[in-house]
């Protein structure tokens, strides 16, 4: 059966709201009150019936993180008040991507049912994506305040607020990575497994773990220069331990942003119409 051969009445059930790719993305973020509510009512069911609700993914990462950063600062001879922070700050930016990343493989495939059944922008299901993402950074976000006040206060500066910039760009970018990861996942299912084989990679070849300085020549400038996931953490990392993200950091965030959000458009516009499909 083809396309063609669809009846007008089922194909009328799987188009989307608006008839172009521009208007998807522009009519769905407008539209925060449905992925506001799609994402919020997402994390209540997640943790329901638990007594702590999100914050048992704060403490399992705040038991992790302290377990390791206990034993890479006696294995690296690091400082644990300068170590722990600068761990926990980067682990909680990279939990962020990289369930982000994880969780678009199944954007499309999770919200078929949806779809299948109402006319509503594609998009809002990546906004929704992004912004349950984000509600479970701000409870993560209590893990290095408490890590912080222990060990070193004095990171707890108006620096800080230079932090908010950088996470904004972070969710931007969440937003054409689901988008794009979503689609492909969609159509090719083996890309999905490849994807959280390269999460488990970059989560050791990324300085989330060990200090960016450690390295040098070649393999410096591949897996901190020219490492994109690293560049996304450094914007919101580095004012989280006191300091200003360099303007090569803010500028290869928005390199990234802009040619991940071209590439992206380019395939959304394309492909839009066959994600009910290929569902």
Known sequence: MTMSSIPD???KRLRSLTPTAWQDLAGGLVRSELWGRIGWLDVKRRYRRTLLGPFWSSITLAVYTISVGVVGAALWHQDINEYLPYLISGMIVWTLVSTV???????????QSLFRNVSFEYSILAYALVWRNSIIFLHNLVVYVLVVLVLKPALLSPTLLVAVPGLFLVLLNGVWIALLAGLFCLRFRDVQPLI???IQIGMLTTPIFWIPDRLSGAAFLIFVQLNPVYRLIEVVRAPLLGHVPTLADYLAVLAITAVGWCI???????????IAYWS
């Open 9 to 11: 009445e089922p194909a």
């Open 101 to 111: 990343i994880i969780e678009a493989c199944t954007l499309f495939i999770a919200g």
């Open 196 to 198: 959280q084989a390269a």
């Open 264 to 274: 992206t458009y380019m395939m959304f516009r394309s492909f839009r119409r066959r």
